[in-house]
Nanobody, 115 residues
């Protein structure tokens, strides 16, 4: 049973900022490395950022310096702060276990970057 709920996606102008939230309730996620993914129309889902249970982070090159992943263990939440947004960041964003390749995903949250 998927227990991931993403939120925070909206329409934003290029150069703007957004903070996405992921409610990751459930024992599967509480201390596991977590990641944010995105899927643009006509493209495969890609990993955007990941965070270990020790707080180490990693990012795909296209978002380095612009996106920041974080987590709050007290709230079972994972966040993605996105700054200097570009039209190519437009996608549905998902959270899940880091490195996940299965079929259990939340509904995602739509981020649209457009003027």
């Amino acid at each position: 049973q998927v227990q991931l709920v993403e939120s925070g996606g909206v329409l934003v102008q290029p150069g703007g900022s957004l903070r996405l939230s992921c409610d990751a309730s459930g024992s599967s996620y509480s201390i596991a490395p977590m990641g944010w993914y995105r899927q643009a129309p006509g493209k495969e889902r890609e990993s955007v950022a990941a965070i270990t249970n020790g707080g180490s982070t990693s990012y795909v090159d296209s978002v380095k310096g612009r996106f920041t992943i974080s987590r709050d263990y007290t709230k079972n939440a994972v966040y993605l702060q996105m700054n200097s947004l570009k039209p190519e960041d437009t996608a549905v964003y998902y959270c899940n276990l880091a490195g996940y390749r299965g079929s259990s995903w939340g509904q995602g949250t739509q981020v649209t970057v457009s003027s």
